[in-house]
T-cell receptor, first 114, second 114 residues
């Protein structure tokens, strides 16, 4: 059971380049989300999805797009990378929203935008 | 608005001693859940413990316990008998029951000394 997987682990981009961060889970979880982690700020929600075909914005959505065509996959797209998007990105999934349904996190993608 | 505050950027504890990591929260919703996660230097997010707002007893999971004081809106994590492997970043998080958005505190870095 792989859980939540993310690729790539590390990425360096130049300003203006585009890329897609991949996230997949094999636990048949309906709920998936993307966070970014910056020093001293904890994790902040970028976008989330409550099921295939349904996405919504989180706390810091600007500069990012998402789609959810399958239950398993939830890619995050940077259309035109900016240095402010240098961060560690975590994908997470959960089965439901009942009280103690915790999120399971992927290993993270470290992104550097020059 | 919901908010999580962790006032201790860093903490030191001697091996085998107990340590308390502070977390205060703010929400207007009566039903919510509180989570603690551990992030070791390897970067992954590990779920530790959960406390529901209507739970009558403080949550415990092995060496982890949650000191939940609802009236004071605090949910402190207590780690008993600290081990060197407990050295990590610890995040407090909250989610309103039935809601999706989880908010995180800025984290506390714990250093366990031999």
């Amino acid at each position: 059971n792989a859980g939540v997987t993310q690729t790539p682990k590390f990425q360096v981009l130049k300003t203006g380049q585009s890329m897609t961060l991949q996230c997949a889970q094999d636990m048949n979880h309906e709920y998936m989300s993307w966070y970014r982690q910056d020093p001293g700020m904890g994790l902040r929600l970028i976008h989330y999805s409550v099921g295939a075909g349904i996405t919504d914005q989180g706390e810091v959505p600007n500069g990012y797009n998402v789609s959810r065509s399958t239950t398993e996959d939830f890619p995050l797209r940077l259309l035109s990378a900016a240095p402010s998007q240098t961060s560690v990105y975590f994908c997470a999934s959960s089965y439901g929203l009942a009280g103690q349904e915790t999120q399971y996190f992927g290993p993270g993608t470290r992104l550097l935008v020059l | 608005a919901q908010k999580i505050t962790q006032t201790q950027p860093g903490m030191f504890v001697q091996e085998k001693e107990a340590v308390t990591l502070d977390c205060t929260y703010d929400t207007s919703d009566p039903s919510y859940g509180l989570f603690w996660y551990k992030q070791p230097s390897s970067g992954e997010m590990i779920f530790l413990i959960y406390q529901g707002s209507y739970d009558q007893q403080n949550a415990t999971e092995g060496r982890y316990s949650l000191n939940f004081q609802k009236a004071r809106k605090s949910a402190n994590l207590v780690i008993s008998a600290s081990q060197l492997g407990d050295s990590a970043m610890y995040f407090c998080a909250m989610r309103n029951t039935g809601g999706f958005k989880t908010i995180f505190g800025a984290g506390t870095r714990l250093f366990v000394k031999a």
